[in-house]
C-alpha cells in the first residue's frame, strides 16, 4: 500500500530557529494535510493543502503542495516553546482507497 | 463547537472482558474512523465507515467491531480484549466529498486503553 516517508524523525532545535520537516511518497496524492500532536491529546490539524504547487501558512507555519504531488513540506519560523510535538503528514493518495495515509511523525523539541 | 467527543479518556480492564468505547462527532460528518497508535508505529486505521450502515476494515481490525447505525455515533467494540490491545486509541471524522474522498480530519482526544 501507499507509505508516506516523513523526516527527520526527530528535532532539537533552539528557540527562535526555523524548522523545516517534509513527507515524501512514490504514489501521487490528492491532498497533503499537516497536523500537530501534543502530549496526551489527538492530533490538531494545522494545514490543508489541495492543489499542486500550492503554498499555505497559518501564522508562523508554511506548507506546500510539491509540484509532483508526491512531497510536500512544513515550516515553522522562529520557533518557540510551545511548538513542541509530534508533527504528522497525512494525505489521500489519488486514485486510491478514500482513507488517509499518515507519516509516523516528526519529534520537535524547543530548548528555550 | 465542532468537536469528536471519545469516552472514557482512561480505561484499564482485564483480559477478555468486554468494552466499548464511544465516539461521537457533532459536524455531520459521513467518515469516520479508528485509530490506533503505538510507539514506533504512528497511526493505524482499525475500521472506517463512510457512511451510516456502511463499515469496512483497515490495516489492523483484528479484535475490534464497530457499528455505524446513526451519523454522528461510532462506537469501537473490543469483545475479548488482550493486552497486545493496550495502545492510545483515536477517533476521527471528516467530510466526504463525492469522488474525491474525505480530506481534513478531525480527531477526538483519544482514550488510553490498558489491558491486563
Known amino acids: 500500500g501507499q507509505q508516506l516517508n516523513q523526516s527527520p524523525q526527530s528535532m532539537f532545535i533552539q528557540e527562535g530557529e526555523d524548522v523545516s520537516m517534509n513527507c515524501t511518497s512514490s504514489s501521487i496524492f490528492n491532498t497533503w494535510l499537516w497536523y500537530k500532536q501534543e502530549p496526551g491529546e489527538g492530533p490538531v490539524l494545522l494545514i490543508a493543502?489541495?492543489?499542486?504547487?500550492e503554498l499555505t501558512s497559518n501564522g508562523r507555519l508554511t506548507a506546500q503542495f510539491g509540484i509532483t504531488r508526491k512531497d510536500s513540506f512544513l515550516n515553522i519560523s522562529a520557533s518557540i516553546p510551545s511548538d513542541v510535538g509530534i508533527y504528522f503528514c497525512a494525505g489521500q493518495p489519488k486514485g486510491g482507497s478514500e482513507k488517509l495515509v499518515f507519516g509516523k511523525g516528526t519529534k520537535l523539541t524547543v530548548n528555550p | 463547537e465542532a468537536q469528536v467527543t471519545q469516552n472514557p479518556r482512561y480505561l484499564i480492564t482485564v483480559t477478555g472482558k468486554k468494552l466499548t468505547v464511544t465516539c461521537s462527532q457533532n459536524m455531520n460528518h459521513e467518515y469516520m474512523s479508528w485509530y490506533r497508535q503505538d510507539p514506533g508505529l504512528g497511526l493505524r486505521q482499525i475500521y472506517y465507515s463512510m457512511n451510516v450502515e456502511v463499515t469496512d476494515k483497515g490495516d489492523v481490525p483484528e479484535g475490534y467491531k464497530v457499528s455505524r447505525k446513526e451519523k454522528r455515533n461510532f462506537p469501537l467494540i473490543l469483545e475479548s480484549p488482550s493486552p497486545n490491545q493496550t495502545s492510545l486509541y483515536f477517533c476521527a471524522s471528516s467530510i466526504r466529498w463525492a469522488g474525491w474522498g474525505n480530506t481534513e480530519a478531525f480527531f477526538g482526544q483519544g482514550t488510553r486503553l490498558t489491558v491486563v
Open positions: 493543502l489541495y492543489k499542486a504547487g
